[in-house]
């Protein structure tokens, strides 16, 4: 992990809920049925952009984003199986609630046009293959920024997302370098499991 010590960290952010109001209505109307699991990520991803915004206005085609995430849309499959008992569902309602709505919100809403990928997998396990991810696009100049983004479930059973805006060693902004600890807290996505994560 040595590489990824290398990372700058730029801003993190965190969402405990679906925070669908703070996005425009051109945004919201984009994807208005979107799962509330895609809503929270773009939240956390709002909040470490926060400050950011000088380098959102330079570089929004070449900042990528990596969400990772194993609990698929369920608030969407909630909702279909909830109509389904009813004898039948509305598909056009379930267009933009792919577990790839994890990554598509985000850069519907902040424009962002680099690299993306969505790993769906354990925040834990995907953690340190979203960052070895982002140290290769960074290095390899495929992207000027990059954004790693978890969703799971707190212990109380809401949704929770975590995000690190990343750049390269040789970033000029205000950063500090990539730590266990914050790699442990992206992994985590829980307030409390931090050990047993």
Known sequence: MNELHKLIVAGSGEAGAS???????RVRATVRYADPAAWTTAAAVMSALAGAEDLLAKWQHEIGIIAISDQGPGGTIAEVLAEGSKGFSQPMHYAAAS????????CIAFGLRGPTMNLTMVPRDGVPVALTLCAGWLERKIAKLMV?????????????????????????EPGTSLTEAEIAWLAAVEPDSGASA
Do not use: H, I, K, Y
Request: net charge negative; with cysteine.
């Open 19 to 25: 925070q669908r109001d703070l996005f425009d209505a």
């Open 99 to 106: 577990p790839g709505t994890l990554v598509g919100v985000p």
């Open 148 to 172: 790693v983004a978890t969703c799971g479930t707190s212990s109380s059973g809401d949704l929770m997302s975590r995000a690190l805006l990343l750049a390269p060693p040789e970033f000029s």
